[in-house]
């Protein structure tokens, strides 16, 4: 049996590591553009990948949500695949994974 504490530790900080990066790209993306159109285009390449960024985090956000939620229902740690344990080690390694390493490999 897992330790189900450690994990809601792992993903309430890693949630709250993310809300604040998230904060972090809006307030970039904010920010007023250059005058100079080859800067322009610079910062148009930047806000891209900064999108690109957020959008990643707000689907790990959505990850982490399903996971706590996985959690407060007593459902967190079984394959959604074969309803086997999955093993703490991956979940230390991927805190909201939903399937197990066998089934993973398939």
């Known amino acids: 049996m897992i330790d189900q504490t450690e994990f809601k530790t792992l993903l309430t900080q890693r949630r709250a590591y993310l809300e604040k990066k998230l904060v972090q ?4 993306l904010d920010q007023p553009k250059s005058k100079d159109f080859e800067d322009q285009a610079l910062e148009v390449e930047n806000d891209e990948v900064i999108e690109g960024l957020g959008n990643s985090g707000l689907a790990e956000l ?3 949500d399903a996971a706590l939620h996985r959690i407060d229902s007593g459902a967190y740690g079984a394959c959604r695949n074969c309803g086997a344990e999955i093993s703490p080690e991956r979940l230390r390694a991927v ?3 939903m399937v197990c390493t066998a089934c993973m490999a398939r």
Do not use: C, G, N, Q
């Open 25 to 28: 790209f809006e307030h970039s």
């Open 95 to 97: 805190p909201d994974a």
């Open 62 to 64: 959505r990850r982490i």
